[in-house]
């Protein structure tokens, strides 16, 4: 029965971490997470599980799960999901992301290992004109 199940892939939605301004509030200490939807139709439905977790310090650290929820991601659009300290740089992030297009139920886990979130990685985040660390 599960060779049944159609499973699609999830395209065109993107997380993005990105440093915070200089002089912005919080900005030596935080960066920030958003989703991006990239599809020309808007998502539905938009869960967004985060957590971290991994060795610190050289102790098994795991940080609190959060859940964000959105009725709607227009398309073309973006939505910030959390800030993120970054000293839990050092840790995985993972971002769940559970959403409905098309009549359709999607997922994709996002995970940012550590040592991923730092400037060699920069690329140009979409609708933002910032450079920051993402993931399709």
Same mark, same amino acid.
Do not use: C, H
């Given at each position: =029965? ?10 065109? +939605? ?7 301004? $200089?002089?912005? @509030? ?9 989703? #991006?939807?990239?599809?020309?139709? $808007? ?11 991994? +060795? =610190? ?8 799960? #959060? ?10 659009? =973006? ?37 991923? +979130?730092? @400037?060699?990685?920069?690329? @140009?985040? $979409? ?6 660390? =993402?993931?399709?």
């Amino acid at each position: =029965m599960l060779r049944d199940i159609e499973i699609r892939k999830v395209t065109d +939605l993107v997380i993005a971490i990105v440093p915070r301004n $200089p002089g912005e @509030e919080g900005a030596d200490e935080f960066w920030d997470a958003y989703i #991006l939807n990239l599809k020309n139709k $808007p998502i539905r439905s938009v869960i967004v599980n985060s957590r971290g977790y991994g +060795l =610190m310090e050289g102790e098994m650290r795991r940080t609190s799960t #959060l859940r964000y929820f959105w009725e709607y991601i227009e398309p073309g659009t =973006m939505q910030k999901i959390e800030p993120i300290q970054k000293k839990l740089f050092d840790l995985s992030n993972e971002y769940w992301v559970s959403f409905a297009a098309d009549q359709y139920l999607y997922d994709k886990k996002y995970i940012f290992v550590p040592g991923s +979130l730092n @400037e060699t990685n920069f690329t @140009e985040i $979409p609708f933002l004109k910032k450079k920051g660390v =993402m993931i399709r």
